[in-house]
């Protein structure tokens, strides 16, 4: 089934947030030029005269409401200094690129212009910038947290006779102690954030290329203190989100409806691309030392790892970043003794929020590079030594003994992990492969927690036209949810799939949802609209049942005909049972008027609408995950390195995955082969390069390089189905999984073909090279 959102979308019939409000007032920021910084005054004189300039406001214009600290969004006891910006800077800036005065004109250009006329006075502050120097603690990102250390945890898990995993390490007849670097990478949507809003007195409506409209509505009205049905907010088409978008409110979804009410006129602010390298959010940057002990098949007795996480300068998303690392590193694997402690440090720099994978390509980063060198070590197969820490089949529901961000322990739900390493050695061909200089293979395996709750909902109904609405809540950045929402309800009520229609990310068609983050679309919202459908599926059997003068247990639904089990001449259309469906008869056409006309329901007995019964085929329902269902993946890496410019060449790349039943293989392909491109950045390409002073010296796509085409191959995959006990459709989530991995892979092929250590990414050809002239 191919994704019918796509011809709407690749023939420029999308409707993005700049494609919106085109008459509306613009909106445009003065940010900070300078990473830590006192305002010591602001002179925006110089700006009131440039034409078109409707308003300029700085923190101190703002009501105090508007102008509060945004929302610490997942708080969390072992983060005890959490801190959030405010949506204007007030007295201290903490990154370049922190948002200091608002400017509206009538257009953008005014609006530049006038933010280029405003004199900022800045007392410059000592700048903290990179992680050792964070922990250090010698310099202070916020005057008020010590050693600028905003969240410390430690977990560990005991061997079954109640060993420690440092006293596991002592004990094991091999060790190996490590230190592993991964540097700062981010989302980088096509489309950049935006908001547009507008007040008409009463209500406001506001669009913004979100990934979470519900939230962005709560978040919103709080903090403009409207009652919630005064607001709405609709995420229109999204061009990507990537983990960025979840973040709510942004200072700009606040500011830009607080403007749009103070002014009464439409204000419209969409973020450029300088603005979303400086003034987003960030991800990846942290530095591990892993101390490993193990036997003499290579498995895993104790495992220690330390983990400074870099915060950036606030966390408006708490610590679910170095959470998730921490609680879901040991993949696939059963260890013997595990523990883990981590270090979350403010700098000044962007923010840290999820992007992709959340933490998880650290994990894996650590757990893979552990097997590769304990593989090394020993002198065996790398494959072997993973076989030999799998988790067995037998074995699930298997409980890490790890606790989640929500209290919860993270419990595997099934997973078959020996049968995928035969796939993808199979389908990489890893017994086969020729080894040349320059030339090596990697393979990398990771499990992760999708489909998180706490909830998602569905709303469907069927009209006197025989179509079906389906309205869920969360929100779509590209995922293909048109399509696959709709394929669960065809196939759930019966119905051609060319009569289901799809709305997400409007909060005025279903006001109560999570959003779009963690893998959890088709999970949780996928469920919930099979829920809604099994309702109105029922509810449609027993209107039919009366009109057919059957029981409904004998009815069936077939395209889209309600029909007596083994007689389909004895049917009703579901147009037909959607008009009878209400005591008002609104027939779509003609046949169906005059079908439902005399049907035999009415009785003087009986009021026009049953009792426990509402008006309409319509539902609601929602799904609440108990835990997170666990989907693996395996992937296997061929990369060539050229022996003079060490130019790194990915020449085959293969996956193997499991997210449960498959709703749409080749929509979870598309996933898969998004996911690999990006990885593939984060292993060769992508960084933010900080320099002293904390300026982003590569904030533009001429240096922060992503890869095109050109640079990744062909993505060849194969899919494992092993169905999530957890949930009724049996689905496991697919979004994040193909980045996950990947610089583990990249890494343990290039070490393949090098033979020396790769204990670092990104990696540059500069890097290879020197990396070269050291091991010589
Ligand atoms: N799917 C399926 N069968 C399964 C599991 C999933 O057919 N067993 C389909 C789903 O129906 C959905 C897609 O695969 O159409 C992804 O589903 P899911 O794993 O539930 O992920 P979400 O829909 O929750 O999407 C979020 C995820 C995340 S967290 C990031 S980040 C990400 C990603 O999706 N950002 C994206 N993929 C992206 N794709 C695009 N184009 N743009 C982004 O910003």
Known sequence: MQRREDPRLLTGQGRYLDDLGREALAAAFVRSPHAHARIRDIDV????????????????????????????????????????????AKEVVRHVGEPVVMVVAADRYAAEDACALIEVDYELLKPVVGLEEAAHGAQLVHEDVPGNVGAHLVQEVTAPGGQGAREAIEAAPHTLDFRLDIERSASMPLEGRGVYARWDGRDLRVYSSTQTSTSVRMAVAAALGLPLPQVEVIAPDVGGGFGVKIVHPWPEEVLVPWAAMTLGREVKWAEDRREHFISSAHERAQVQHVRVGFDDEGRVLGLDVTILHDHGAYTPYGIIVPIVTSTQLLGPYRVGAYRVEFTAVYTNTVQVTPYRGAGRPQGVFCMERTMDKIAHHLGKDRTAVREANFIRPEEFPYDQGMIFQDGRPLIYDSGDYPEMLRMIKELIGWDSFDRRPGRGIGIGCYVEGTGVGPYEGGHVQITSDGRVHVSTGLTSQGQGHETAFAQIAAAELGVPIERVSVVTGDTRRFGYAVGTFASRAAVVSGNAIALACRKVREKALRI?????????????????????????SASIPLSTVAVLANPLRYAFDEETAKATQFSGTASPDRPPVAE????????????????????????????????????????????????GRLINPMIVEGQIHGGVAQGIGGALYERMVYDPHGQLVNASFMDFLMPYATEVPRVETDHLETPSPLNPLGIKGAGEAGVIPVSAVIASAIEDAEGFAIDRMPISPSELFEARERHR
């Not at 923190?59 to 405010?86: C, K, M, Q, Y």
């Not at 409904?552 to 889209?560: E, Q, T, V, Y």
């Not at 995950?625 to 130019?647: L, Q």
């Open 45 to 88: 004189g110089p700006a009131l005269d440039v034409e078109g300039l409707v308003a300029v406001y700085t923190w101190e214009d703002l009501p105090e409401r508007v102008g509060r600290a945004l929302p610490l969004l997942i708080p969390h006891p072992a983060l005890t200094h959490g801190r959030t910006a405010h949506p204007l």
């Open 612 to 659: 426990g019964e509402e008006p309409g085929l319509e539902g609601r329902d929602y799904y609440s995950p108990i835990r997170s269902t666990f989907a693996a993946g395996m992937h296997a890496a061929i990369v060539e390195t050229d022996p003079d410019t060490a130019e790194i060449k990915v020449v085959r790349y293969a996956v193997v995955h499991d997210c």
């Open 544 to 568: 039919a049942a009366d009109a057919l003068e059957a029981d409904p247990a004998d009815l069936d639904i077939a395209d889209g005909l309600v029909h007596v089990a083994g007689t389909p």
